[in-house]
C-alpha cells in the first residue's frame, strides 16, 4: 500500500488514530483549540464510503491550492467549486466533516467549500490516510502530494518550494488497477455528482455520461466498472464514457439504486430522478427494473 512507507509517518506526531500531518502553525493552534480527542473519535465514526465519494466529487470540481501570501508564506486551501444550484451538497459535506466554510457568489452563480490548511492536517487528510484513500485525477493526485510534501517537511516559504514532489501515492498502471480499489465505487459516485450527466437526447435515447480531461486508463476502468463494451471517446483533450444500451442503461440503475453505495446528493439526485421517470414513461427502456 503506498501510503504505508515509512516517510509519511516518520514525522507524524501521534495523536490518537488520527495522527496531525507535520506541524500546526502556531498561530493556527493558539486560534483553534486543537483537536481534542473526542473530536477526532468523532470524526473517526465518518463513514469510509463518504469520504471516498468525496475524494471522487474533489477529484471532479474541486482543488487543492497552494498560494504564495504578500510575505512568501506558503497558504494552503481545498476548494470544491459547485453551481450555486448544489449548495444543499456543500452544505451537507460541511454538516458530516464540520470543517470548512461555505461562501456564496450570486452573480458568478457559484458555491464554495473552503478547507483551511490546519483542518486538513488535522482531520480531512488524516482521515484519507487512516482509510487509504487518494486521489485518482493525475491534476488533483499530484496536488495532494504537493501538499503532503509541503505539510512533511514543514516547508514554511513559498520560494524554498522544490521543482519536484516525492509521489506518495502512485497511480494505477491499469484500467483494472483503478476498478479494483476498494474505494472506487463509492468515489465514481462523487465523481458522477460532479462530471457525470443523466440525460435523454434529442433522439429519445436514454443516456449516461461521464466527462473529463482526458484520462484513458481511468476511463478505461469506467467500463469495466459498467461492464460494458462501449469505447470510450477521446477528443479534444476530454475523455468521455457514454452508455445507451437497455442491458447498460439496467447496469447504470442497479450501481446507483441498487448497490448500497454512498447515494447521489444535491442537484446530480434531483437530475436522476427526472432520468428515472423518463425511464419508465419510455416504449424502449420501460422494462428496466426501477427503485
Same mark, same amino acid.
Given at each position: ?7 509519511? @509517518?516518520?514525522?507524524? *506526531? ?17 486560534? $483553534? ?12 465514526? $465518518? ?7 468525496? *475524494? ?17 508564506? $506558503? ?7 459547485? =453551481?450555486?444550484?448544489?449548495?444543499? &451538497? ?6 458530516? &466533516?464540520?470543517?470548512?466554510? $461555505? ?7 457559484? *458555491? ?6 490546519? =483542518?486538513?492536517?488535522?482531520? &480531512?487528510?488524516?482521515? %484519507?490516510?487512516?482509510?487509504?484513500? #487518494? ?8 496536488? #495532494? ?9 514543514? &516547508?514554511?516559504? @513559498? ?18 488497477? @483503478?476498478?479494483?480499489?476498494? %474505494? ?42 459498467? =461492464? ?9 483533450? #476530454? ?45 424502449? #427502456? ?6
Amino acid at each position: 500500500e503506498p501510503l504505508e512507507n515509512g516517510f509519511i @509517518y516518520s514525522n507524524i *506526531v501521534e495523536l490518537s488514530l488520527l495522527p496531525v500531518i507535520g506541524t500546526v502553525n502556531s498561530k493556527a493552534a493558539n486560534k $483553534i483549540k486543537l483537536r481534542t480527542e473526542e473530536e477526532k473519535l468523532e470524526a473517526l465514526k $465518518i463513514s469510509k464510503s463518504f469520504l471516498a465519494m468525496l *475524494v471522487g466529487l474533489i477529484d471532479g470540481d474541486g482543488y487543492i491550492a497552494i498560494t504564495k501570501t504578500p510575505k512568501d508564506y $506558503i497558504r494552503i486551501d481545498l476548494v470544491i467549486s459547485l =453551481d450555486l444550484r448544489d449548495l444543499d &451538497l456543500l452544505n451537507y459535506i460541511h454538516s458530516v &466533516l464540520k470543517v470548512g466554510r $461555505i461562501n456564496k457568489y450570486p452573480k458568478l452563480n457559484l *458555491v464554495k467549500l473552503t478547507i483551511s490548511r490546519t =483542518d486538513l492536517q488535522t482531520i &480531512l487528510f488524516p482521515l %484519507f490516510i487512516y482509510h487509504n484513500l #487518494y486521489f485518482l485525477t493525475e491534476t488533483r493526485r499530484a496536488q #495532494y502530494d504537493k501538499v503532503l510534501f509541503i505539510l512533511q517537511s514543514n &516547508l514554511k516559504k @513559498y520560494s524554498n518550494l522544490p521543482g519536484e514532489f516525492l509521489v506518495y501515492n502512485n497511480l494505477p498502471v491499469t484500467a483494472s488497477g @483503478y476498478s479494483e480499489l476498494d %474505494f472506487f465505487k463509492n468515489w465514481t459516485v462523487g465523481f458522477t455528482m460532479t462530471e457525470g450527466s443523466f440525460l435523454m437526447k434529442n433522439n429519445k435515447d436514454i443516456c449516461f455520461s461521464l466527462k473529463q480531461r482526458t484520462h484513458e486508463l481511468l476511463f478505461e476502468a469506467f467500463r469495466i466498472l459498467f =461492464d460494458t463494451k462501449v469505447k470510450i471517446n477521446n477528443f479534444d483533450g #476530454y475523455s468521455q464514457f457514454m452508455v445507451s444500451s437497455i442491458k447498460d442503461i439496467q447496469t447504470v440503475v442497479n450501481f446507483f439504486s441498487f448497490s448500497d453505495l454512498h447515494p447521489l446528493v444535491g442537484y446530480k439526485l434531483t437530475q436522476y430522478e427526472v432520468w428515472l421517470n423518463q425511464i419508465q414513461e419510455h416504449p424502449r #427502456y420501460k422494462n428496466i427494473n426501477l427503485p
